[in-house]
């Protein structure tokens, strides 16, 4: 059995000992098909005048030009963060689209510093070393089962940042799209943006079912914490996309 398939195999054993198996076969059986996810976003993306748009963990640069092509008209402000200094070296080396502010930062509750968890080894097949999973939360257990290959050896100091204040500095009054890819941190985010975010449009985050991060939401947490103000538009395999009730009653374009 390889690596995939025995990871696939721990899960569901793990969900019979828990007894949530039936959550978690609901989850799969409602998921929306990652096939659909880029011709939803570019109908989003392509019905926004000139939006604010926020990325978090921008990692090397490649889904910050996937949204920039998605856009139909000019963006008013663009910012994208990323903490991870291996991943800063290769976003510096390969520039981001024309206009796109680079912030060198995590997002996170406070202002201040915060120890980054770094991740690296090699899954099964790739030649590349894994580093997409670094987060400022540590890592559980359950990532650890689930995943053995991958490795978190080091860690490095990085400046963090909350949205709001971030926002009260740059006299940013309104955000069109947040697309957050940050490992667990995601109530961090949201607890140092509870006043951006009530201008906010759409937010497109992980969600799991499982808490591979210490203290990370799972999706039902995270739906019940933003259940007053947020709806659930598309949920997928990895990710779900939100629409502010409040900015948006009638969720994204069809």
């Not at 963990?57 to 008209?73: F, I, K, P």
């Not at 607890?191 to 991060?213: A, D, F, P, W």
């Amino acid at each position: 059995m390889n690596s995939t398939r025995h990871s696939l195999w721990m899960r569901f054993t793990e969900s019979v000992r828990r007894g949530d198996v039936l959550e978690r076969l609901w989850a799969h059986l409602t998921y929306t098909p990652e096939s659909e996810l880029e011709p939803l976003l570019r109908r989003l993306l392509g019905s926004m005048r000139n939006p604010v748009i926020f990325e978090f963990g921008a990692c090397h640069g490649n889904e910050c030009r996937m949204l920039c092509g998605m856009l139909t008209s000019p963006f008013s402000a663009y910012f994208a963060w990323e903490p991870d200094p291996r991943t800063l070296l290769r976003i510096h080396a390969r520039g981001l689209p024309a206009g796109v502010v680079l912030v060198e930062a995590a997002v996170g509750a406070t202002d201040g510093k915060a120890t980054f968890h770094l991740s690296e080894g090699y899954e099964e097949g790739s030649t590349d070393c894994h580093t997409y999973s670094s987060s400022i939360v540590p890592p559980s257990g359950e990532l650890k089962k689930w995943f053995p290959w991958m490795q978190f050896k080091a860690a490095v100091e990085v400046n963090v940042r909350s949205l709001d204040s971030f926002c009260l500095e740059h006299k940013i009054d309104h955000i069109d799209f947040i697309w957050a890819d940050i490992q667990g941190a995601e109530r961090y985010m949201l607890e140092g943006g509870r006043e951006s975010l009530k201008q906010t449009k759409y937010m497109y985050i992980e969600q799991t079912v499982y808490r591979y991060y210490e203290g990370q939401w799972t999706y039902r947490e995270m739906v019940r914490a933003l259940k007053a103000d947020w709806k659930v538009a598309y949920r997928f395999p990895n990710d779900v996309l939100l629409y502010n009730k409040n900015l948006v009653p009638h969720g994204p374009p069809k």
